[in-house]
């Protein structure tokens, strides 16, 4: 009779990652999954090598999610003879937090029993997280934690610029890592913690392979594989170029932020598992190493062979270079001269001159003590009185000093729910004193990093409260209204923490929306302010395909790009362009928004060229430069001449 299969899934930062990983990292990593193997009436494990209890009854204390992983036709004898021979192979001392843990376990006897695997999310811990500046700060911290003799450490990034992101707090940083490895082998009872949630993953830099179903696995979800068949105990060439492999996992491995990279796998010759692997493959001198491409062996070049035999380090790296070149062949952009965009800023426009506060709050509250005051809003006027002149004013004029003071959480809970009632209360030409403290506030890290962590519960967050108030009627809003708006968002670009949150889900088609009308407004500041916000988003997306490209990251895209958005903003920019002929600063704004939304785009031949000739693009952006174009003799700056001529000529067909 079919045994089933269960996939017992518990959280080893036991809550943690869901609380903290969006302010550590700028990325939301809902938890770090531990899993265990359920059948036969028995849980099995891997930490302090294998174990089995029964379930439920393991120091993970309850799971939080159980996966069912189908049925298996092995009966209980052949399970546990699997068992002993994947003791020898699973041992305390092998245990690494992101390379060889409870989940390369679970996947091996998840192929053995049912010829499936673990779910994607679960079986990569994320990949994301060691490509930001903090998960590369605590590589080498996480790997002293498992060294073992001969390992090579990989270096950090050279190109990656210090950020304060890097190491937020160390001391943090390490404590929570020290429970995650507690946790993980020497059982610490994790807390009650709300359903799983299927998040992005971080990928391990090398996947160990220790059955022909988990092989098949990897070469089914991963574009480029690169396999290492070796034994480290009686082959003196596999200890040699085993630290080299390790190092180009870590460079080249794969990295879902640009959705390019090799998985690499090492297959251990000296275990059972991996004997029957190798003579599977027809292995027959160590090491080997074998290419793959699209699931198949990479015969695809008479310079790039599908296995290598030896232990040339050289080799190895051209192999896999050419592997990756046809895996993620480089954007056409690559190859282009492009001056003017290399040297345009893409730091973001901010709007940071203060307001004379005490002026804003008086006004505000002159408009709240006109207001007829309905009984059911949750705050008197009174209340509103007391949070603004009490809490949110001496907090504004604080950020004058050296060095400024951030706001905590008690403080912008309580401005949000004040900032709720205002919005119900008011009129849209009443709140724009308001929706200016805000501007100004999002300057600190502190208050963006609140805004990005209030995202699932939108109506908290003054963007999406400010936003959704004008939202069905942008064409009439007062000037004053827009003008603050499109600064208070342009500022959520000074923080890399927010600024994804505005490029994602309901917010971005709102603010987009709103960007869409007010590029044309027959107001210059509102048009000012509307080319600054959208040059930001621009300029945002620009810099993720750069560092991709630096990364290795070939044309492959992130989440964040978005086809049909894009088209959206291209054609809105384009008009924009064309029916600027005052304003110049517009114009170079605007122009350099299009240049970071054409070069490296992902979909830059297979959408935008097509859509750049309908839009007549190119005669557009030269006719700025001819009398009347812009003012009354054209465009007047030399660079931003330069840079409308560049992008007319080299991205416009």
Not at 102 to 126: E, V
Not at 261 to 287: N, Q
Not at 426 to 441: G, I, Q
Not at 477 to 502: D, E, G, K
Request: charged share 15%; glycine share 6%; with cysteine.
């Amino acid at each position: 009779m079919p045994e089933p299969v269960k996939l017992y899934v518990y959280d080893l930062s036991s809550g943690m990652a869901k609380q903290m990983s969006l302010q550590l990292t700028g990325r939301q990593i809902d938890g770090i999954w531990h899993t265990s193997i359920v059948v036969f009436g028995k849980e099995v494990f891997y930490g302090q090598g294998i174990d089995i209890t029964p379930p439920g009854r393991s120091h993970h204390g309850n799971p939080l999610h159980i996966v069912d992983l189908g049925t298996t036709d092995i009966d209980e004898a052949t399970f546990n003879e699997y068992l002993e021979e994947m003791r020898e192979h699973y041992t305390a001392d092998k245990y690494h937090l992101l390379e060889f843990n409870c989940n390369s376990f679970t996947n091996d006897c998840a192929a053995f029993l049912t010829g499936g695997s673990i779910p994607d999310f679960i079986k990569d811990l994320p990949s994301d997280f060691l490509s930001t500046p903090f998960g590369a700060a605590l590589r080498p911290t996480i790997d002293a934690m498992y060294r073992r003799p001969g390992a090579m450490q990989p270096p950090l990034p050279t190109n990656a610029a210090p950020t304060s992101m890097a190491t937020p707090n160390p001391e943090l940083a390490a404590s929570i890592l020290q429970a995650v490895a507690a946790q993980a082998q020497q059982g610490m009872l994790p807390s009650s913690a709300p359903p799983l949630q299927a998040t992005e993953s971080l990928v391990a830099p090398l996947h160990q392979i220790t059955n022909s179903a988990s092989l098949q696995s990897l070469l089914r979800t991963h574009k480029a594989v690169v396999v290492n068949f070796s034994d480290m105990i009686t082959c003196p060439p596999c200890r040699v170029i085993a630290p080299v492999y390790e190092q180009l996992a870590h460079e080249k491995g794969v990295k879902t932020v640009s959705g390019a990279g090799a998985a690499f796998a090492k297959i251990d010759l000296s275990t059972p598992p991996g004997k029957a692997l190798g003579a599977e493959w027809s292995v027959r001198v160590m090491p080997t190493f074998m290419f793959f491409l699209d699931g198949k062996k990479a015969w695809f070049s008479a310079f790039c062979i599908s296995e290598m035999k030896g232990a040339d380090a050289n080799e190895l790296r051209s192999q896999i270079n050419l592997l990756l070149f046809q895996a993620f062949p480089p954007h056409p952009h690559n190859s282009l001269s492009l001056p003017a965009m290399q040297a345009l800023s893409l730091n973001p426009i901010l709007f940071t001159q203060a307001p004379a506060l005490d002026t804003a709050a008086n006004k505000l509250m002159s408009f709240v003590t006109s207001t007829q005051w309905s009984p059911n809003f949750t705050q008197s006027q009174t209340d509103v009185k007391q949070v603004l002149f009490n809490t949110v004013l001496p907090y504004l004029k604080s950020r004058s000093n050296t060095p400024p003071l951030s706001a905590n959480p008690i403080l912008l809970a309580s401005w949000a729910k004040t900032t709720s009632t205002l919005v119900q209360a008011l009129p849209l030409e009443s709140l724009f004193p308001l929706v200016d403290m805000w501007r100004l506030a999002l300057l600190d890290s502190s208050v963006a990093t609140w805004c990005a962590a209030q995202q699932s519960t939108p109506n908290t967050t003054p963007i999406h409260l400010f936003l959704s108030k004008v939202i069905s009627s942008v064409a009439s809003a007062p000037r004053a209204y827009l003008l603050t708006l499109l600064r208070l968002l342009s500022n959520t670009f000074s923080s890399p923490v927010l600024a994804p949150q505005l490029l994602l889900g309901q917010v971005k088609f709102s603010m987009t929306a709103l960007l869409v009308s007010t590029l044309l407004h027959e107001d210059a500041g509102v048009r000012t302010a509307a080319a600054s916000l959208v040059f930001n988003a621009a300029a945002f997306l620009q810099k993720g395909r750069v560092d991709a490209v630096k990364n290795g990251g070939g044309s492959g895209k992130s989440d964040i790009e978005d086809e049909d958005w894009e088209v959206e903003l291209v054609s809105a920019v384009v008009e924009a362009i064309d029916r600027e002929k005052v304003n110049e600063d517009v114009v170079h704004r605007l122009t350099a928004c299009l240049g970071c939304l054409l070069r490296l785009s992902p979909f830059y031949q297979s959408q935008m060229t097509s859509l750049l000739e309908v839009l007549q693009a190119k005669s557009i952006l030269k006719g700025k430069l001819a009398k009347g174009g812009c003012g009354e003799n054209g465009i007047s700056k030399k660079e931003v001449k330069k840079l409308l001529e560049e992008i007319a000529d080299k991205l416009c067909p």
